[in-house]
């Protein structure tokens, strides 16, 4: 059985956007590390690969998500500031309102669960890939994953479906 990726299961270790150390590692999850003009690695796929679309697709609303949970820090940030600066909280509350904190709150968790959505996609296809293409049963791969099988059935079945609906390209990897 070969080793998963390490991002699809419970042991990934998040990466948290604006760390400064993480930021620099070449090999941080978050870091692109396409190499522009230059020829393909070598076992690379072509650009129709499905896994790659949905990594890029993952990685945008991940990226969406970073920004949209951002502007929820700056606000509560703001709302600290205004507070340390006045006990009045009447000031707080105007100040909520004036700034819209609940659109930018809604804002943050709608990124957030577009990007979980978009992540379980990726595992959804990356497990039918590895039982129809690759081999692998159900229980290896939860077993890999640290998972229980009956959800990476889910996600078997999740996958079959996604690859079903956006044609061959995927269902034939």
């Not at 990685?59 to 006990?87: F, H, K």
Request: charged residues 30%; contains cysteine.
């Amino acid at each position: 059985m070969r080793t998963l990726c390490p991002w699809i299961g419970p042991r990934a270790q998040p990466t948290i956007v604006g760390v400064p150390d993480q930021q620099e590692d070449q090999h941080a999850p978050c870091a692109d590390t396409r190499r522009s003009g230059s020829e393909p690695e070598q076992g690379s796929r072509s650009d129709d690969d499905w896994l790659v679309d949905a990594l890029e697709q993952a990685e945008a609303s991940g990226r969406r998500a970073a920004v949209a949970l951002g502007r929820s820090i700056d606000w509560l940030a703001e709302l600290r500031r205004e507070r340390q600066r006045t006990p009045s909280l009447e000031a707080i509350l105007e100040l909520r309102s004036a700034r819209d904190g609940r659109a930018t709150r809604r804002a943050a968790e709608d990124a957030f669960h577009e990007y979980q959505r978009a992540v379980m996609e990726v595992r959804a296809l990356l497990i039918r890939a590895l039982v129809d293409e690759g081999g692998s049963t159900l229980t290896e791969i939860a077993r890999e994953m640290s998972v229980s099988r009956q959800k990476v059935a889910e996600l078997y079945r999740v996958g079959r479906s996604l690859s079903e609906r956006n044609g061959p390209a995927e269902a034939d990897g």
